[in-house]
């Protein structure tokens, strides 16, 4: 009679099979990607590799690509990607704080000091908190991305001083952050369609905007003088997957997802390096950059302070966790550098 240990070690073997038998022919996981990248900018490139990389797995994946916004705005990619409509979403921060208005604290106005700090308190203090609000709600976070740094563009003048904005109405993205930082230093905001941006600026409908570098290279290169880059409203993006959808995916498959994707570290380098390269087009091409100095910058974080205070009272407890997050983490990075 075979000893217990024998017995085991068949039971063992037998499920082993079962198992690499079934992987092997378990059909391919099936999905909708929904996004909206420029062409030609350093996003579409890592959207097309990410592409590339899952094509080339075709016995583990079968994707339906959507890659120029042909499935809606960034609320609706949540809406549907919540309902497993969508199965993978890139959406930017702005777009997070309409279902995790909480989002606001960290990009409030002049949260960070410079580029290094808001990494790693990202990296080490809010990424892990950021991803169990979103899971709570249905949505895993696959990997975070990175936008950069908000700026103002206008169309006859520079703003270089708080000031420069009082009497003037600036287009923004329905937000609470935008909103709260026009009105802390004295501007009107108006909330328009793209399609309508353009004629409204040439109309003085608006006399400009807040939004980031590559939109004002993409969209209105020639079409206002002057970009401000404030360097006081950091924004970043994140890569999801419907919660239900990939649990129902291998570990494998789930890895795969993440590793077909440029790897952060390395995505940071590339979308900043984009950006400079950006900046230095747009001289040529009408619209001229304008760098803040130190003095110039403290001024607009001062101006600027009353809309933390706002999302913090919006926000309640969930957004005051948040922010001492972000102040813990802050702290840190100052005791690493020696200040």
Known sequence: MPQPTVISMRILLALTLLISAFSATADPLKGKVGVYSFPDSVWWDQWMEFQSNIEAQPDDFE?????????????QLITGARRNRIQIISVSSQGMTSLVPEMGVLLAPYMFDNIEEADFVLDNYLAAPIAGLFSDLGLEVLQFTEVGWGVIYTVDKPMLEPEDLRGLTLRISPTIILQSFVESVGADY????????IPGLQTGLVNGGLTNAVFVHNVLLGQVCCVTRLRGMYEMGVNFANKGWLSRATPEQVQALKDSYTDLASMRRSVRAYVEDVIAEGEPNGTTYYDLTPEQRDRWKQASSSGLRRILDDTGSEGARLYQLLLDGKAAYARQNGE
């Open 63 to 75: 994707f339906e690509w959507y890659m120029l916004g042909e499935l809606g705005s960034e609320q």
């Open 190 to 197: 108006a909330v328009i369609e793209l399609g309508e941006l």
